[in-house]
C-alpha cells in the first residue's frame, strides 16, 4: 500500500515537473514562433539561442512586486490564480503519455492512473477552470476585468456543448471512456497502411476533429477567439490587475490547459501514443505522442499569429450557431453508420 | 476504487505547490505601495465609477440554456459508451434499432429546443 502511494507519488512529481517545464518552454516557443512568421528573431540573448529565456522570466516574475489593489476582494483575489492552476495540473494524471517502459526489472505505465470514466474527468476538471478567470475578473474590482472574466464564462460554456459533442462520436466507436482503452482501440493499420486513428474514419471523424480543435481553442482561450483577453480593447481581460508570480500562475494555467487540449485531441483522434514500432521500442511511443502534441500546439500558435479576433457577437454566433449543430449532426450521421454498417 | 487515490495526491501537491508559490512571490518582491499604484488600472486616468454594475441578461439567459444543453450531453455520454457493446453483443442485438431509434427521437427534441432558442433570439448578440 504505501509502496504503490509513494509510486504514484513520484509519478505524479516527475509529471508535474516536467510539465511544469514544458509551459516555460511553451511560453519560449510560442515567441520564437511568433517572431519567424513576423519575420524577426526573437529572444535570443540569454543564453545560446536564447534557451535560457524562460528561466530568467521566472526569476523576474518571482522579484517583482506583488499588487493587491485596495478596492479588491482581498481574499477572493489571492485565491483566485490557485483556483485556476489548480485543476488544470490535477487533469494531467489521466493522459497516457506513452505504453509502458521496463526500467530497474519492472514494468511503469506511462500514465499515472487508468480510470474507467478518465475523459468524464478531464472535462469535469477542465470546467472547474472557469471559476478562476470569473473570481479573478469579479474580485479584481476593475471594470475591464469583470467584462474579460463575464466574457470568458459565456464563451468556455458556449463552447463546451460543442466540445462535449464532439467526443461523443468517438465514444460511439470506442465505447470506453477510459483514455488508454480509447488509445488502445485505435493501434494496427486499415489495408496495411492507414493507421486506424479516428480522424482517418472519413470523413465523420475528421470532421469531428475539425469541430473539437476548434472548439479546444475556444476553451483554452486562444486566437482567434482571446476575447477574454483581448489586449486591444479590454487591455488584458481577467487578469490586469495581476502581477508577479499570480500572473505567471494564470499563464501557467493557460498553457496546462492548452497541453491537456492538445493531449486530449492526440488520443482522441490522433491514435494518442500509437505508431510504428511501438511495440519493439516502447520509449517510442512517449517520442510520438509528444511529437504529435507539439504538431497541434504549433498549429494553434500558426493560428493565432495569422488570424484576426472575433468580435463577440460572431463569436457567440459561430458557437451556437454553427458548431453546436454540426456537432448534433455529426452524432447523428455516425450513429446511423454504425447501425448500417455493424 | 483504488485507481481515483491518485486524485487525492495531485490534489495536496498541486494545492501545496500554488500556495507556495503565492506566498514565495508576497516574500521576495518589494513592496512600495502608492495610492495611485492600488488603484485600479483604467488606461492612466482616474477610475470612474465603479466596476460593481448590472449586467447584460444576455449572460445569465446564455448560462441557462448552456445548463438545459449540457444535461442533454451529459445524457448521451452513457448512450454512446453502450452503443457498440449493444451493437455486437449477440443479447442485445434485436433491441439495437429501438436504442438508436429513442436517441434519435431524443436527439430530435433537442434541436427543436436549440431551434427555440434561436427564433427566441437569445443567441442574437449584436444590437438590431
Known amino acids: 500500500m504505501i509502496d504503490q502511494l509513494l509510486g504514484w507519488a513520484i509519478q505524479i512529481l516527475i509529471t508535474l515537473f516536467a510539465l511544469v517545464t514544458a509551459v516555460a518552454y511553451l511560453t519560449f516557443m510560442e515567441r520564437k514562433v511568433m517572431s519567424w512568421i513576423q519575420l524577426r528573431v526573437g529572444p535570443n540573448r540569454v543564453g545560446p539561442w536564447g534557451l535560457l529565456q524562460p528561466a530568467a522570466d521566472g526569476l523576474k516574475f518571482i522579484f517583482k512586486e506583488d499588487i493587491i489593489p485596495l478596492e479588491a476582494n482581498r481574499w477572493l483575489y489571492i485565491i483566485a490564480p490557485a483556483v485556476s492552476v489548480v485543476p488544470a495540473m490535477m487533469s494531467l494524471i489521466v493522459i497516457p503519455w506513452g505504453s509502458e517502459i521496463h526500467l530497474f526489472g519492472r514494468t511503469i505505465p506511462l500514465h499515472v492512473t487508468q480510470m474507467n470514466i478518465g475523459l468524464l474527468y478531464v472535462f469535469a476538471l477542465t470546467s472547474l477552470g472557469v471559476y478562476g478567470i470569473v473570481l479573478a475578473g469579479w474580485s479584481s474590482n476593475n471594470k475591464y476585468s469583470l467584462m474579460g472574466g463575464l466574457r470568458s464564462s459565456a464563451q468556455m460554456i458556449s463552447y463546451e456543448l460543442a466540445l462535449g459533442l464532439a467526443i461523443v462520436s468517438v465514444l460511439l466507436w470506442t465505447g470506453s471512456l477510459d483514455l488508454v482503452e480509447i488509445t488502445k482501440s485505435q493501434s494496427g493499420t486499415w489495408f496495411g497502411f492507414i493507421p486506424r486513428w479516428n480522424i482517418f474514419r472519413f470523413p465523420l471523424g475528421t470532421f469531428g476533429f475539425i469541430i473539437f480543435y476548434i472548439a479546444s481553442l475556444a476553451e483554452t482561450n486562444r486566437t482567434p477567439f482571446d476575447l477574454p483577453e483581448a489586449d486591444s480593447e479590454l487591455v488584458a481581460g481577467y487578469h490586469t490587475e495581476y502581477s508577479s508570480m499570480k500572473f505567471a500562475l494564470f499563464q501557467m494555467a493557460e498553457y496546462l490547459n492548452l497541453i491537456t487540449a492538445a493531449s486530449i485531441g492526440t488520443t482522441l483522434f490522433l491514435g494518442g501514443w500509437n505508431g510504428p514500432g511501438v511495440e519493439q521500442l516502447p520509449i517510442l511511443s512517449l517520442v510520438y505522442f509528444v511529437i504529435k502534441v507539439l504538431v497541434l500546439i504549433f498549429i494553434a500558435m500558426w493560428i493565432r499569429f495569422t488570424l484576426p479576433r472575433f468580435r463577440y457577437d460572431q463569436l457567440m454566433r459561430f458557437g451556437w450557431k454553427w458548431l453546436l449543430p454540426l456537432a448534433i449532426i455529426n452524432i447523428i450521421a455516425t450513429a446511423t453508420l454504425l447501425i448500417f454498417i455493424r | ?128
Open chain 2, 1 to 128: 476504487m483504488i485507481n481515483y487515490v491518485p486524485i487525492l495526491i495531485i490534489f495536496i501537491f498541486a494545492v501545496g505547490m500554488a500556495t507556495a508559490i503565492i506566498i514565495l512571490s508576497r516574500l521576495a518582491g518589494r513592496n512600495r505601495p502608492t495610492r495611485e499604484k492600488l488603484m485600479p488600472y483604467e488606461c492612466g486616468v482616474e477610475p470612474v465609477g465603479t466596476a460593481r454594475e448590472r449586467q447584460s441578461v444576455k449572460f445569465y439567459l446564455v448560462a441557462m440554456v448552456f445548463l438545459l444543453f449540457d444535461i442533454e450531453a451529459v445524457f448521451l455520454v452513457p448512450w454512446a459508451v453502450v452503443f457498440p457493446r449493444v451493437l455486437s453483443d449477440p443479447a442485445y442485438r434485436t433491441l439495437k434499432y429501438l436504442f438508436y431509434g429513442e436517441m434519435m427521437l431524443f436527439m430530435v427534441v433537442l434541436f427543436v429546443g436549440l431551434v427555440y432558442v434561436w427564433r427566441k433570439g437569445i443567441l442574437e448578440w449584436a444590437a438590431k
